[in-house]
């Protein structure tokens, strides 16, 4: 018995300590077989691109089970969807059998995904970036799950799906609609493999999004789903039965069926229900109220929420439906807060008959409230939205600003006064409007704001003094607008026409606006559109881009609406863009089709005055506008351009260095991209640039050209009627032929090129000024290159050697090559010109010595008869006149030494 029973126990050891050697060499033995599987199957049936950072095999969490371990991996579309990350998961676990692997086949039982992040894409023509299977490997695989051969490939013979915290993002081009489902765990289980099958879910995300046509309908919304559908893979029909879902706190069933009717067709029976639902679930979906102590929240009033939808949606052809919201006498208070909002009622539906979408019907018969005892009613119709919208809208009461912190908690720091009174009726159909038959359109009424404060530590104060808008059948009077944003004022009157069917319709608005302000600064507006672009992507998005690196350039330009048509009368005190202050701006700018048109518009900007007339045109791109300028400047500063203008500091720096004013008149066009750089690459510009007086110093070019001349009188000039034509071109401003007097006599001549990089090539010549020339030599000409602060300046000493050749030979050239004689002769003359330089100093320097002592001699004769005192004093009178000739004596001499140095030279 004890042999029996120890032969058991090393049969039983030894079989456990094979299995464990299996559990650990397995995974080894079959680890590079099975990677090379999966990246030949994603090669031979992908089209996208597979990235796997590492991979795994485990024997032991799923025994008798393979689990492959998939780290950080990511599947990228490709041609059109380039870029596009379909998946990509921080890790992946797909379950295979142990048992099928030894055969060579790899059957997948089980996936989980950690962290994932889906990006489902819908293109306007109707392609989805999910269709990555290649078509000859669909037939393929049809085949091979079909069998139970060996073939070694994968096949599907999935039971269930697990979610960890991942995200799907769905987005419809063709629908212009977007669907984000944020922090997404539960799991699907069911034979995903059986042609009819019962799949069931329980599923929590932690924010249901849902975006069409720009209208958040649902934001951060928490949704929970336990479902079971059965699903007939030959007929691709959905069954919903005993599916619940819930929005926040609404709890709703869905029933029915959903099914693939032919290529593109959806046929739909589906009813939702929400029976126990009450007014405070409603406003649960309400993100503005959903705050943190909603849970506290005090309600009263029935709810309820129900729809359908039946019929075949396929082409321009859509199904019945009908979704109704009613609330009866409800009231809300949030308990910390003084007062509610009461008598609350609501009547909401929209609704189909199915076909055409003109059969859609918004119904809104009753919105009342009363709000600190100020009732307040709206209501709104819309029918045949698509052939001829037909509109009726009402709303008439006192809204009382003040008293919203009183019914709502309003954000810390965040201030609200004012009063909104609204008393409007409307009933008009939008061919009417279009064919201006006002006798058929009811529109009176009007909409005031008045004392209107908002404050928050998020943006600017906004104060709006009084706005009031009448309304008629033609147009809409703006008959005052009085509004300060921060420190930005604004007053406008005027009349806007087409409103209605801009509102439905997108159609053009039309208008005429006269405008005031005594300061308005662009830049607050610019920053606060990009902010409110950020702000407004999805909270998600945000923290985790998943769709693909190409983005919008982020641009600061202003977009001019292409459907928009008015004329403005501006008159603006103090405007400021950019850099650059503008005072007293004045003229007519109109807005019609992406274009903002200016005619002799003037202003006072950079020291001097402006007047523009042009274009700044968006109606193509937005991130690279076109602009069209002429402007004519008058005596505007270099100093207060080069600080405004970073056009100027890219292309003229040497304006940093000028004092003094200059006129110029310009034409230029370029696209404005997303920066600087771009914008001054495609400018295309002419001009003339004029001065009546400037002066340059501590410019390096300057510096070097007086260094090269040898003349420290060189690095400051004073310039009289400059006139600089120029031309800008494929980042380069080339200088026509122009001249600056510098000193006495003196002059450079010069033309060539500055880059947007700062190179510079230029070539010229220096004509001397009297105190620098001689009979020899009076114009060097010269080339300058290199960058503006590191300039490379050459004389040309050829042709200056020339010059002097042709003098001493007078004027004519032998053109034998005789440069020894040349060169004796240039030597002697010089000699002689020297001797002559020196003896005339030297005679005019005695000559000064000698009159000084004469007039000296005179004064002290003059003054001997007068006495002591008065010798004493012409004494002195003349030594002073004696020092005074020797100081200008010797000034004379050295004058003469600096001539015979440069003749040396």
């Known amino acids: 018995m004890k042999k029996n029973v120890k032969k058991g126990l090393l049969i039983g050891g030894g079989i456990l300590v094979v299995l464990l050697i299996l559990l650990f060499t397995v995974p080894l033995l079959f680890k590079g077989k099975i990677k090379d599987a ?20 485990s024997a032991f969490s799923n025994f008798p089970n393979i689990t ?23 890790s992946a676990d797909i379950t295979l059998s142990l048992w099928e692997i030894i055969k060579g086949n790899y059957a997948v039982s089980r996936i989980n995904m950690d962290h994932a992040q889906v990006y489902a894409k819908v293109l306007a023509d109707g392609r989805v970036n999910w269709d990555i299977m290649k078509t000859d490997s669909v037939s393929a695989e049809t085949v091979n799950n079909d069998t139970d051969s060996g073939d070694g490939g994968f096949k599907l013979q999935l ?36 042609k009819n099958t019962t799949l069931k879910t329980k599923s929590t995300i932690g924010e249901v999004s849902f975006t069409m046509d720009g209208i958040p309908y649902l934001s951060r919304i928490k949704g929970l789903a336990d479902a079971t559908v059965d699903v007939d893979m030959d007929k691709i029909k959905l069954t919903f039965v005993d599916s619940n879902i819930q929005l926040n706190d609404v709890k709703a069933s869905l029933d029915g069926t ?10 739909f029976d589906l009813k939702l229900k929400a029976p126990d639902t009450q007014f405070k679930d409603i406003l649960s979906i309400l993100p503005v109220l959903y705050t943190n102590d909603f849970k ?31 609330i009866q006498d409800a009231m809300f208070k949030y308990p910390s807060l003084p007062k509610s909002v009461d008598n609350i009622n609501v009547i909401m539906g929209v609704s189909s008959t199915g076909g055409d979408l003109d059969n859609v019907v918004l119904d809104i018969s009753k919105f009342d409230f009363t709000m600190a005892g100020n009732p307040f009613s709206a209501s709104l119709n819309i029918k045949t939205p698509m052939s001829d919208a037909n509109l009726k809208a009402k709303m008439k009461g006192i809204i009382d600003l003040s008293m919203i912190k009183d019914v709502y908690p309003l954000e810390k720091g965040t201030d609200l006064n004012g009063k909104l009174t609204a008393d409007l009726n409307v009933a008009a159909c939008m061919s009417a409007i279009e064919k201006e038959q006002y006798q058929n359109i009811d529109a009176n009424g009007s909409l005031k704001i008045n004392n209107m404060q908002y404050k928050s530590t998020a943006s600017k104060p906004i104060l709006i003094n009084n706005a009031e808008f009448q309304f008629s059948p033609q147009f809409v009077n703006l008959s005052t607008f009085d509004i300060k944003i921060g420190d930005n004022d604004l007053s406008a009157n005027g009349r806007l026409e087409n409103l209605i069917a801009y509102v439905l319709k997108n159609k053009t608005l039309k ?22 672009a950020t702000a407004s992507a999805a909270p998600s998005e945000n923290k985790e881009k998943i769709s693909s690196g190409r983005t919008s350039p982020s641009s600061d330009n202003f977009m001019i609406p292409q459907n928009l048509n008015f004329s403005m009368d501006a008159d603006m005190k103090h405007v400021v863009y950019g850099k650059t202050n503008i005072n007293n701006l004045r003229g007519v700018i109109t807005v019609k089709d992406g274009i903002a048109r200016m005619q002799n518009v003037s202003a006072n900007v950079l020291g001097g005055v402006a007047k523009i007339s042009g274009a700044y045109n968006t109606a193509e791109s937005v991130s690279a506008p076109k602009v069209d300028l002429a402007l004519n400047i008058s005596k505007a500063s270099f100093a207060e351009t080069f600080k405004s203008v970073e056009a100027i500091q890219k292309f003229a720096p040497i304006f940093e260095k000028m004092l003094g004013n200059y006129s110029m008149d310009i034409n230029l066009n370029t696209s404005m991209g997303s920066n600087i750089s771009q914008m001054l690459g495609s400018l295309t510009a002419s001009g003339l640039i004029q001065s009546n007086e400037v002066k340059v110093q501590n410019v ?45 006599g003196g002059k450079l001549s010069l033309e060539g090129m500055t880059g947007l990089d700062q190179t510079i090539n230029y070539k010229g010549s220096v004509t001397l000024p009297k105190n620098m020339s001689n009979n020899f030599v009076n114009a060097v000409p010269l080339t300058i290159t290199g960058t503006f602060n590191d300039p490379k300046i050459k004389v040309d000493a050829k042709s200056v050697i020339g010059s002097i050749a042709g003098q001493l030979l007078g004027g004519t ?8 004689n040349i060169s004796s002769k240039i030597t002697q003359n010089k000699q002689e010109q020297i001797a002559k330089i020196r003896s005339e100093a030297k005679t005019a320097s005695e000559k000064v010595v000698e009159e000084a002592q004469k007039a000296g001699q005179q004064l002290i004769d003059a003054a001997a008869p007068k006495g002591a005192i008065a010798k004493l004093a012409a004494d002195k009178a003349a030594a002073k006149l004696n020092s005074e000739a020797k100081k200008n004596a010797q000034k004379l001499l050295d004058e003469s030494e600096e001539k015979v140095k440069l003749l040396e030279n």
């Open 38 to 57: 999966v990246i030949n199957a994603a090669n031979e049936k992908l089209n996208a691109e597979l990235f796997i950072k590492d991979f795994g095999i």
């Open 68 to 90: 492959l371990s998939l780290e950080d991996m990511s599947v990228s579309g490709v041609g059109d969807f380039a870029g596009d990350t379909l998946v990509k998961a921080k």
């Open 159 to 194: 039971q269930k799906v697990s979610l960890n915290h991942c995200k799907l993002l769905y987005e419809d081009q063709s629908l212009n609609m977007k669907v984000l489902l944020s922090d997404w765990s539960g799991e699907v289980s069911g034979d995903f493999t059986a």
């Open 258 to 267: 959903f099914s693939f009717v032919g290529d593109d067709g959806k046929d």
């Open 296 to 326: 506290d929240l005090k309600t009263s009033g029935t709810a309820s929420l129900e729809g359908y939808v039946k019929g075949l949606m396929q082409g321009d052809h859509y199904p019945t439906f009908d979704f109704k919201i009613l």
């Open 511 to 532: 208008g005429e606006l006269h405008l005031k302000s005594s300061y308005f600064n662009l830049n607050d507006f610019m920053d606060a559109e990009k902010n409110t």
């Open 700 to 744: 390096e070019v300057l510096n070097e050209l007086a260094s090269v001349l040898k003349s420290n009188s060189l690095k400051s000039i004073t310039a009289k009627d400059v006139n600089i034509p120029f031309a800008i071109k494929d980042g380069k401003i080339n200088t026509k032929p122009f001249a600056i007097n510098i000193g006495d």
């Open 813 to 820: 050239s032998t053109g034998n090559g005789n440069t020894d």
